[in-house]
């Protein structure tokens, strides 16, 4: 024999007929064990490839898995997707990745993509959860889709992060160093993680009494960008704030470059914690106070949920929550008086 093997050498080899070497491919439980084994065996020695387009055009199944998240480049995202990529992989399926950069238009089109290559499921985060359009899309897809930190539409199942709790205990924190004037930068409330870092604000600030109203909250984006110009804005203001929370995995560079851009030095002058940990929050000097959780669990648990719906369609709504803790490092301090 040579060449490329073929699945009537592999049952030549283990002595069974070609149908049975497809039933032990496709995994059917009638085959016997000695069987399997046989067949696994020829498999290994001749180096066979199934053909995998063949296989799903008759078993109506890719074993590909779409992930759809804003921008790669961002240091959490990639422990999220190196993880669901591992479990994956480990359970025969093979990860297709791309980028929405937060864009509506992007993410409709995307889902369109998918169902035309015909991706058994989907692992996604939404720019919005209130948007009427993309809403029913994600609602009429005949396509598993789980979703990432979001909590609407309410029939997917979703793995979220505990970020009020995160916030809450970071403003805590800093109320501890008689900080009254907090300020809290985030994303757009339409999403999950941007309305529950405002509720655990909310939460912690209430307990300020008359200082309450101290409290600052800017809303727009998860991003660098965002951070810098709403961190200049406040802290050229002649009532600065004492303390600043950046909202957001990729904020915390921006809310930086703009405490050093007007001189100020951390926590002397204002105080700084990261929505989000990140090498950069750990290896800054001062070392940044921030609020982390496991990109890897939560990465290995959405394809779980995946795996779960793609085995029972009709199974109950799946929602998982990944706990937060806030890490103290060198960024906080008394305000100045």
């Not at 008759?58 to 779409?66: D, I, Q, S, Y």
């Not at 804003?70 to 669901?84: C, L, M, Q």
């Not at 007007?262 to 950069?280: Q, T």
Request: aromatic share 4%.
């Amino acid at each position: 024999m040579g060449g490329i093997p073929t699945i009537r050498e592999v049952a030549v080899a283990a002595d069974v007929a070609i149908g049975t070497v497809s039933r032990v491919l496709n995994g059917h439980k009638s085959v016997s064990d000695d069987v399997r084994r046989r067949v696994l065996k020829a498999i290994k020695k001749l180096k066979y490839e199934p053909d995998r387009v063949a296989q799903s055009m008759r078993l109506g199944v890719t074993r590909t898995v779409a992930f759809a998240t804003r921008d790669i480049s961002i240091p959490g995202f990639g422990a999220i997707v190196n993880a669901a990529e591992e479990a994956l992989r480990s359970n025969g399926y093979t990860l297709l990745l791309a980028m929405t950069d937060e864009r509506k238009e992007r993410e409709l089109n995307l889902l369109r993509i998918f169902q035309q290559r015909r991706v058994d499921a989907v692992i996604m985060a939404t720019s919005s959860e209130d948007d009427t359009e993309l809403s029913k899309r994600i609602r009429s897809a005949d396509i598993p889709i789980v979703l990432l930190d979001r909590e609407n539409p309410l029939q997917l199942d979703a793995v979220t992060l505990d970020h009020r709790r995160g916030i809450r205990a970071a403003t805590e924190y800093l109320r501890g160093f008689g900080h009254t004037r907090i300020a809290l930068l985030t994303g757009n409330p339409s999403t999950r993680p941007a309305h529950e870092r405002i509720a655990g604000f909310k939460e912690a600030s209430s307990h300020l009494g008359k200082h309450a109203n101290h409290s600052i909250i800017r809303t727009g984006a998860f991003s660098a960008e965002f951070g810098f110009r709403e961190a200049s804005s406040l802290l050229s203001g002649a009532t600065r704030p004492t303390a600043i929370i950046a909202g957001g995995m990729a904020m915390l560079a921006g809310v930086l470059q703009a405490v050093r851009a007007r001189g100020l030095k951390i926590p002397d002058d204002v105080s700084v914690i990261a929505g989000a940990d990140s090498d950069l929050a750990a290896l800054a000097t001062p070392s940044i106070t921030a609020v982390r959780w496991s990109g890897t669990d939560e990465g290995r648990m959405a394809v779980q949920l995946l795996l779960n719906r793609l085995g029972n369609r009709s199974a109950p709504v799946q929602r998982v929550m990944i706990s937060t803790e806030l890490i103290p490092r060198e960024s906080c301090g008394p305000p100045t008086r």
